[in-house]
């Protein structure tokens, strides 16, 4: 290698190898400082385009867990007023039983009846008042079954089937227990209406059990993507200190090995003294 003061090959190479350390030591502080090995696609297109993908699916997920307790919260309040609308029917019933006894009075007819047309404004009541966001499935606002998001295509559903539980729906309007007749057909009405309402709160019951455990697998769905994310992209933050504690001791070592280089022209000043 010869001297020269115009070209200092060795303060070159030092250099070099020392912008390539603090480069090295520079992407290693920001996968520290953003707990990220691929921030962008430069760091690694196709990773990164893969772990976008994900990203995509993970985001509509969220849309269809939404969709999915939205579901949940309106099953549980129309099955709450479901069940409580079949424990009114079996008060009812017992009311008509009662009153188609021959030995009641007509007072005493006149008393169960004023019970019972009480539990059927109660029955109303309870189905009108089972709405959750705007949506009811027992007062017959509903003709066709409302659907929920199944999968992130947006192309699967789960269905919820409305019913009709007004009084007049299930047949309890315009009876009366105030005679042993009356009370008689009021019980074939109200066997009718219960059975109904038992039939509809089953299918309702096993739709809701559907709801509760996709919405299950789709938590467990989501938490798979965000770790499948996360392997593609995290970094390894214990092999990224690591890997700093080494860079800055060879960051001192090539500052001062640039330093040896940078003083190297001094040595040709001493082949001219005399």
Do not use: C
């Amino acid at each position: 290698m010869s001297n020269s003061v115009h070209t200092n090959t060795s303060a070159l190479i030092a250099l070099q190898n020392l912008n390539q350390i603090n480069d090295r030591m520079s992407a290693t502080q920001n996968r520290i400082s953003t707990g990220l090995r691929v921030q962008g696609a430069k760091d690694n297109a196709s990773v990164w385009a893969i772990a976008q993908n994900q990203r995509g699916d993970l985001g509509a997920l969220e849309s269809v867990k939404t969709s999915l307790n939205r579901a949940t919260s309106l099953a549980d309040v129309t099955m709450a007023a479901g069940e409580s609308i079949s424990d009114l029917i079996i008060q009812m019933r017992q009311k008509a039983v009662a009153a188609s006894d021959p030995s009641q009075t007509a007072e005493s007819r006149a008393a169960y009846n004023d019970d019972f047309q009480a539990l059927v404004r109660s029955v109303q009541q309870f189905a009108d008042s089972a709405s959750f966001d705007g949506v009811n499935l027992l007062d017959a606002s509903l003709a066709a079954p409302l659907n929920f998001l199944a999968n992130v295509d947006a192309i699967d559903t789960i269905a919820m089937d409305p019913h009709n539980f007004t009084a007049a729906g299930l047949g309890l309007n315009g009876i009366d227990l105030l005679s042993a007749g009356n009370a008689t057909t009021a019980r074939g009405l109200i066997d009718a209406a219960l059975a109904s309402v038992s039939s509809a709160l089953a299918g309702l019951g096993a739709q809701a059990k559907q709801i509760e455990t996709h919405n299950i697998f789709v938590t467990r769905l989501m938490d798979a993507l965000e770790t499948g994310i996360g392997k593609l992209v995290d970094a390894d933050l214990a092999k990224e200190s690591a890997r700093l504690q080494a860079l800055q001791v060879q960051q001192q070592l090539g500052a001062q090995s640039l330093s040896i280089a940078n003083q190297a022209p001094q040595i040709i000043l001493s082949l001219f003294r005399s």
